[in-house]
């Protein structure tokens, strides 16, 4: 049996219901990441220990660059 994600929202949601930013769900083996407005929708899945140094490099100028080529 398994037990349901328990989905914490980013303390960066903005004003209104807060609904427009991140949830994230922390589970043993890996960090879950979804999309707070459309939460049945993808969820992008990375390993505990990438969960830092991933958002570290996602607050470097070079990777908004990358990411902005998309």
Known sequence: MTTPDQWKKSSYSGGGEGNDCVEIAAR????????????????????????????EALKTDSARTEFTSF
């Open 28 to 55: 043993p083996t890996h960090i879950s990441i979804r999309d707070s407005k459309a939460p049945t929708r993808a969820t992008l899945t990375v390993p505990t220990g990438a969960f830092s140094p991933f958002i």
